[in-house]
């Protein structure tokens, strides 16, 4: 099997690099490459060309690698390679000279609007062999200042009134340059404004203008003009322009959902009574949309007459209840198999108000067939969240519903050097606004016990402090807080997009207070509590991560992403808890090794731990991976990762994080995946391969493609989901 891969691979490398690297082999006779297609502005060296690019019809693929793919496919046949290099590749733009002609009328047009009048644009076209240069010359139009602006309005009501309250927020003003875009700009925020003060139905439409540039030449008279009808209508449709408020508000929703009209109401929004406001029906919205309990909201409103708007709001339950199966996998060439699996049930609804409770149980194997070491560890949870900020107002996040959130969890470990227990709990609030989500828990509390320990281990980490001093019982109370913020909040995102998570652990600070109360441990001298030692630290660990989808489809991808992590032990502690370790290997990290494999620093690993369990309290690593389709609902991806994991604080000369030697330090892998994308979930199979292994000797730590296959130098995983 080893020896197939490692054939099966060169093969594929060897033959990629033979081919061509032509872009133009799959174009017909008479056909040109259209390889750039850019605008130049001939009399304004300032003005900004982005402004316009958009409006070029026909623009090259660029830089985009899959063109070299689609060309290894030979345009004469049509076998299985062919098709499936057409498949995954990105066909050549092809140049159309009627795709320059609308380009040009495009162009023209939205100069025009821009408030360039008359501008004049050419296509100058180079072809040279098979790839055609298209670039459009323009020469900007005149354009005008506002010399006045003449207002009319309405002669009846309060409307007038109302108009000037809002003068000072105009958007158009005497000396600025006229333009229809700066026009529309103020009709938007100008109706969005009257639609917040209670003027139901109004919009950009009731608007009106006209400009005289002959009376005063190079300038514009500006006449604006409200009336009492749209753009679409005629006068005969005149009506006043009055402030409405909100009459009746009914909520509408089936009898099988179970949920309290006191709740419903507290957070809805739209008040009887109250002034009409585009934003509270906004927030009513958000607010319904946002609970699990309910899976669409619709928000009818209906004038009864010219001062009342009725509002009903519809509501469809969701699935209140159900199971989720998470299952990751992995494999690597000494054959260590390890299993994590995930089972958890959850009710949306559990007391009528759209609290969530989830009960999860979880289990992680590790294990050699035929061999009776093994790792195992069990564990339970429970939490609910509550969909409010206990102690605050609903009307401190406007639109959005914040949780309370109330957790507990016991996770029992049996490794061959120990067995131990782990009893967690914590309070904390959760919620979003628009793309940042943020966890904020200000009592996380956990108690940690050493049922018993490996005599030859407890022997070998007499000559290890650094970790004889994670290995004991500890208690750790402190906060925790997790901010992520992302521009595509998609479950399994379909376009490009970026994201940034940062997560802090403090503990013991609160406790260090009460320090002249507590008993000292005579061993490691350090303050107990419940003849514990409470641990004392800060934790911090940032992500960042970048997907850049393209090709004709959008179905091609890079996604990047790079992690930094350090925690730092003080006061009562003199070495971070060892679950509050950073560890690199696994499905999701460090493919080219086992889970908790990778380190720290050029440590071989092989000290202390019979299952890897390999951490340290500083992480680095970066990530790059390229997703690419293949049929129906496979997809492939090639991936190359470099991280590791160190000791800041008592490690040893091989383990300790060095900056000069950093890259030294640094393990390397790449590998090739594929999966199975059924949009509700993805299926994935990855396999990593060693490429740089500093726990290696030095000169033998780049691992040449002839040892890429034997023991120990791959991993196979087994997934849900992206790794990132």
Known sequence: ??????????????????????????????????????????????????????????????????????????????????????????????YDPDMVNSSIDNIKTRLDYLGYYNSKVVADIKVKGKKAKVKYLVTLGKRYPIRDIEIVLPSRGEFASDFYADSANFTIHK????????????????SAYFRKTGYYGFNKNYYFFEADTLSHPGEALLKM???????????????????????????????????????????????????????????????????????????????????????????????MQGFKVKLEASSNSTGLLGISPELSWYHKN?????EMLNLAFMGNFQFRPKDKVKATEFGVSAGISLPRFIGLPYRFFEGNIPNTEIKASFNFQSRPEFIRTIISTSFGYSGSHRNLYYQVYPIKVSVVRLLSIDYDFLTSLVFNPFMANSYIDHFDAGAAGNLHYTTNSDLNPKTSYQYVNLSVNIAGNLLSLFNPLMKTNPDTGHRRLWNIDYSQYVRAELTLGKTLCFGANEDHAFAMRFIAGVGYAYGNSSTLPFEQHFSAGGANSMRGWQARSV??????????????????????????????????????????EAGNVWNIQGGTPETSFDAQNLFKSLAVDWGVGLRLDLDFILVRLDLGIQLYNPARDEGSRWMAPKIWFKTGNFALHFGVGYPF
């Open 175 to 190: 000396g600025d340059w006229l333009s229809e875009a700066a026009l529309e700009e103020e009709t938007v925020r100008g």
């Open 350 to 354: 559990i007391f009528h108000g759209s």
């Open 599 to 640: 380190g720290p620093g050029f440590d071989k690993g092989i000290d202390f731990f019979i299952i890897p369990s390999q951490t340290g309290d500083m992480k680095l690593e970066a990530d790059l991976e390229y997703r690419f389709p293949i049929f129906w609902k496979f997809k492939g991806a090639a991936f190359a």
């Open 1 to 94: 099997m080893r020896k197939f891969l490692h054939r099966l691979l060169v093969s594929i490398l060897a033959g990629m690099a033979a081919l061509s690297c032509s872009t133009t082999r799959s174009l017909s006779p008479g056909q040109y490459r259209l390889t750039e297609a850019k605008i130049k502005v001939e009399n304004d060296k300032k003005f900004k060309t982005k402004q316009i690019d958009s409006y070029i019809r026909q623009k090259p693929s660029g830089g985009d690698p899959l063109l070299f793919v689609y060309n290894w496919a030979n345009p004469k046949t049509n076998n299985f390679m062919d098709r499936f290099f057409r498949k995954i590749g990105t066909p050549p733009v092809v």
């Open 225 to 319: 003009t409200v009336n009492e009808y749209t753009r679409n209508e005629t006068p005969k449709s005149a009506r006043l322009i009055s402030k409405y408020d909100f009459g009746d508000v009914d909520i509408y929703y089936p009898k099988e959902l179970k949920v309290r009209e006191g709740f419903l109401k507290r957070i809805n929004t739209i008040k009887p009574g109250n002034p009409y406001s585009e934003p509270a029906v906004n927030n009513a919205y958000s607010r319904l949309s946002s609970l699990r309990m309910l899976s669409s909201v619709n928000i009818e409103l209906e004038d009864k007459d010219s001062s009342v708007v009725d509002c009903q709001i519809n509501l469809t339950p969701a699935k």
